[in-house]
């Protein structure tokens, strides 16, 4: 690819970690119905690869920056745009960031200073076959955890309901990652079970994907 320019590269690697990564550990994590995705707000356009119902999923080429722009390839970093839609759009709470390497669960934060997200290491996670690690992604960012429920609204999926439970419940000191997937295990049982785990049938799911 040594001639091609640099926006056609970065498309080419974007396609192939899509393909051949993400949207393979997207559909273990229940992903099943992902589609491509064009995100409007307050006038502005937001170029997010895709969605999942009211979750936008933006997908990049494997260890594109997620904090600055790509020079040729955007106007703006990945991790500020769809910042910035979700703080805009009161329709979207929560979203998926990942560029192959590393996975971010992005939350309005308009209530706050900065970014509000939980980051998981992919590459450490599955090239040290860290199960525990993996055990915290798959109960976190499970498909069942932004489900809508009770009103249908945005804050009405688990993922918001531990949110505001939690400093009630003295865990705002804890990490997000670990605080939140304990929390979340206990929601919803046999729905969203880890690798190595069984269903309510018994059947065993396989710890690799």
């Not at 969605?51 to 790509?70: C, F, M, Q, S």
Request: aromatic share 8%; hydrophobic share 35%.
């Amino acid at each position: 690819m040594g001639g091609s320019e640099p926006g056609t590269a970065g498309t080419h690697s974007a396609r192939i970690t899509r393909e051949r990564w993400l949207h393979i550990l997207l559909r273990e994590l229940g992903f099943h119905q992902v589609t491509t995705g064009e995100f409007e707000a307050g006038g502005k356009s937001y170029p997010i690869s895709h969605r999942y119902e009211h979750v936008p999923i933006h997908l990049l080429g494997w260890g594109t920056d997620l904090d600055r722009r790509t020079p040729h390839v955007a106007a703006r970093a990945p991790q500020s745009m769809v910042q910035d839609l979700l703080n805009r759009d009161d329709a979207y709470l929560w979203a998926i960031l990942s560029n192959g390497a590393a996975l971010r669960l992005l939350r309005d934060s308009t209530a706050l200073v900065g970014s509000a997200y939980v980051e998981f290491d992919l590459e450490a996670i599955f090239d040290g076959e860290l199960f525990s690690d993996f055990v915290q992604l798959y109960l976190t960012c499970h498909e069942s955890r932004f489900a809508l429920q009770g009103d249908g609204s945005p804050a009405s999926c688990y993922l918001e309901q531990w949110r505001a439970v939690a400093p009630r419940q003295g865990q705002r000191g804890q990490r997000p990652g670990p605080a939140l997937a304990r929390r979340l295990s206990q929601q919803r049982p046999g729905r969203a079970r880890p690798p190595g785990s069984q269903d309510q049938t018994g059947r065993a799911f396989p710890r690799r994907m």
